[in-house]
């Protein structure tokens, strides 16, 4: 599975994006798809997480209520709706595609290359 991200870019705090998440090569089918993101000098942090069936999502402490995550399987596509940005959102912000529904990186097999965010104050 590739994956590439799209839909970052600098935006005011306060301020909405909505970051994509393109997958190809291979069916999504049974997948979890993650969102993560990495700030420069911190370590990779976990964002938000949807089942293949988008029965079950979870979220980061520091982003829920402002995210949502979601998929559309047919396209192959994943999205993360980003709401009331904060400065402290800003990061490179990577997609991730796993058999496990999980929020640690290391269950994930397939990643993106990842999309800026910034967040100005």
């Known amino acids: 599975v590739q994956l590439v991200e799209s839909g970052g870019g600098l935006v005011q705090a306060g301020g909405s994006l909505r970051l994509s998440c393109a997958a190809s090569?291979?069916?999504?089918?049974?997948?979890?798809l993650g969102w993560f993101r990495q700030a420069p000098g911190k370590e990779r942090e976990f964002v938000a997480a949807?089942?293949?069936?988008?029965?079950?999502?979870s979220y980061g402490v520091s982003v829920k209520g402002r995210f949502t995550i979601s998929r559309d399987n047919p396209k192959n596509m994943g999205y993360l709706q980003m709401n009331r940005l904060k400065p402290e959102d800003t990061a490179v912000y990577y997609c991730?595609?796993?058999?496990?529904?999980?929020?640690?990186?290391?269950?994930?097999?397939?990643w993106g290359q990842g999309t800026q965010v910034t967040v100005s104050s």
């Open positions: 949807i089942t293949w069936s988008s029965g079950r999502t």
């Open positions: 991730a595609a796993g058999p496990a529904y999980s929020g640690l990186g290391s269950d994930y097999d397939y």
């Open positions: 090569g291979r069916s999504f089918s049974g997948y979890t």
